[in-house]
């Protein structure tokens, strides 16, 4: 069983950083997309970011390019989520989704993720 566990959010002023972490335990890790979504209340959950296996193709949504990073470390199986000059439009509850299928396209589209980590907070306040 594939388990994410999130960290790394808290509340920051608008214009500062965050760095999210998410550490994935089973063995296809490596070798499957990894993406970042959030939610913020009342909303439905949105695409932020996704990054392939190999690091080698990244997707973000038009609302966080250029303001966030999406990376990963495979020999940790972890994968980050750098954010910065945030601002309060970003205040959701990230989380972390990973692609169990194989040899296939980035993709934004939530349903297409099978295993999601429980959530962490991120507050920016204005």
């Known amino acids: 069983q594939v388990q994410l566990v999130e960290s790394g959010g808290g509340l920051v002023q608008a214009g500062g950083s965050l760095r999210l972490s998410c550490a994935a335990s089973g063995r296809t890790f490596s070798r499957n997309a990894m993406a970042w979504f959030r939610q913020a209340p009342g909303k439905e959950r949105e695409f932020a970011a996704a990054?392939?296996?190999?690091?080698?193709?990244?997707l973000y949504a038009n609302s966080v390019k250029g303001r966030f990073t999406i990376s990963r470390d495979n020999a940790k199986d972890t994968v980050y989520l750098q954010m910065n000059s945030l601002i309060p439009e970003d205040t959701a509850v990230y989380y972390c989704?990973?692609?169990?299928?194989?040899?296939?396209?980035?993709?934004?589209?939530?349903?297409?993720?099978?295993?999601w980590g429980q959530g962490t907070q991120v507050t920016v306040s204005s």
């Open positions: 989704a990973l692609d169990a299928r194989i040899r296939r396209p980035l993709t934004a589209v939530p349903n297409l993720y099978n295993y």
């Open positions: 990054i392939s296996w190999s690091s080698d193709i990244t």
